[in-house]
C-alpha cells in the first residue's frame, strides 16, 4: 500500500495506512472530528487516506491479456521443443547449466520493458483509463485533500474518500501490469527456450523419455515448457534465487559429511 506525504515547514502529512479507512483522522486525541480537519502537535496536520484493499486483484482485462500471451506461446514451444532439426544447448565448459535460462529472462525483460506501453494500451483501451491518467487523477486529489483540511474544509472527508478511490485505481493498475508482465515474459522465455531445446526440469534432472522413448510426448513437452515458462516469467531476480538454492544443495550433497555436506 502507498504512503503519501505532502509537507512543508508546519507541513500537512497524507497518508495511507493499511485497515481500509477511507476518512480523516487528526493526528493526537484531540482534534476536530473526520472530515473537520485538524491540527496535530508541531502546527502538522495528518491525514490517512486508504483504499478498501490493500492488495487488489487483477482486473479480467489485464488476466485475458497475460493467459493470451502465454498459452499460445506454451503450445508453440513444446512443438519447437520436439523439433529435432534446431538448435540445441549444452553448457559451455565453465558456464553453469542453467546460465541459459537466466540470460533467456533477461533478455525477456528487457523487450517486454520496451513493448509494454502497447500492452498497457490495450487493457486500458478496454477498461477506459490509462495509467497514466490515473496517477494523475490520484495526485490531483491528495493535494485537495491536504488543501482541505489546511483550511478546514466541511468536505474535507469527500476529498479523503476520493483520493483513496483514486489511489486504488493507481494499485489496480499497478496489479494489472505485473500479471501482464509475467505472462509476456514467461511466453517469450518459452519460445527462445523451446527453440533452443532446452527445459528447466530436464535441466535438474527429471527424465522424460522412460523406456525406449527417443524424444518426451506432447504432453511432456507441454510440462516442460509450461514449468519453465513460469519460473522464467517470475523474473531474472527470481529465477537467480531459484538457481542460487538448487547450486547449494547440490553443493552440499557433494560435499563430504564430514565438512559439513551430505553423504
Given at each position: 500500500?502507498?504512503?503519501?506525504?505532502?509537507?512543508?515547514?508546519?507541513?500537512?502529512?497524507?497518508?495511507?495506512?493499511?485497515?481500509?479507512?477511507?476518512?480523516?483522522?487528526?493526528?493526537?486525541?484531540?482534534?476536530p472530528p473526520a472530515g473537520a480537519g485538524g491540527q496535530a502537535a508541531g502546527g502538522s496536520t495528518t491525514v490517512a487516506v486508504a483504499s478498501g484493499s490493500s492488495a487488489p486483484r487483477p482486473s479480467s482485462n489485464?488476466?485475458?491479456?497475460a493467459l493470451a500471451y502465454f498459452v499460445p506461446?506454451?503450445?508453440?514451444?513444446?512443438?519447437?521443443?520436439?523439433?529435432?532439426?534446431?538448435?540445441?544447448?549444452?553448457?559451455?565448459?565453465?558456464?553453469?547449466?542453467f546460465a541459459l535460462f537466466y540470460v533467456v529472462a533477461q533478455a525477456a525483460e528487457r523487450?517486454?520493458?520496451?513493448?509494454?506501453?502497447?500492452?498497457?494500451?490495450?487493457?486500458?483501451?478496454?477498461?477506459?483509463?490509462?495509467?497514466?491518467?490515473?496517477?494523475?487523477?490520484?495526485?490531483?486529489a491528495v493535494v485537495d485533500a491536504v488543501m482541505a483540511v489546511e483550511t478546514s474544509a466541511s468536505d474535507a472527508g469527500e476529498h479523503a474518500a476520493n483520493a483513496a478511490a483514486t489511489q486504488a485505481d493507481?494499485?489496480?493498475?499497478?496489479?494489472?501490469?505485473?500479471?501482464?508482465?509475467?505472462?509476456?515474459?514467461?511466453?517469450l522465455g518459452m519460445l527462445l527456450c523451446g527453440y533452443l531445446g532446452a527445459d528447466f526440469l530436464s535441466s535438474v534432472g527429471v527424465d522424460f523419455t522412460p523406456g525406449n522413448?527417443?524424444?518426451?510426448?506432447?504432453?511432456?513437452?507441454?510440462?516442460?515448457?509450461?514449468?519453465?515458462?513460469?519460473?522464467?516469467?517470475?523474473?531474472?531476480?527470481?529465477?537467480?534465487?531459484t538457481i542460487s538454492t538448487i547450486s547449494k544443495s547440490s553443493d552440499a550433497k557433494s560435499t563430504p559429511s564430514e565438512t559439513g555436506g551430505k553423504k
Open positions: 500500500m502507498a504512503i503519501f506525504r505532502a509537507t512543508r515547514s508546519t507541513g500537512p502529512v497524507l497518508t495511507r495506512p493499511p485497515g481500509g479507512l477511507d476518512s480523516l483522522q487528526t493526528a493526537g486525541g484531540t482534534g489485464a488476466a485475458t491479456l506461446a506454451l503450445l508453440i514451444a513444446a512443438i519447437l521443443l520436439g523439433d529435432d532439426g534446431g538448435p540445441s544447448y549444452v553448457a559451455a565448459q565453465g558456464i553453469g547449466a523487450f517486454v520493458e520496451m513493448t509494454m506501453p502497447l500492452s498497457e494500451k490495450a487493457v486500458a483501451k478496454a477498461s477506459g483509463k490509462p495509467k497514466g491518467e490515473r496517477v494523475q487523477a490520484r495526485d490531483a493507481v494499485d489496480q493498475a499497478r496489479t494489472d501490469r505485473t500479471l501482464i508482465t509475467f505472462g509476456a515474459t514467461g511466453a522413448d527417443t524424444s518426451p510426448g506432447l504432453v511432456a513437452r507441454l510440462v516442460m515448457m509450461a514449468v519453465t515458462g513460469l519460473i522464467v516469467g517470475a523474473g531474472s531476480k527470481q529465477l537467480h534465487d
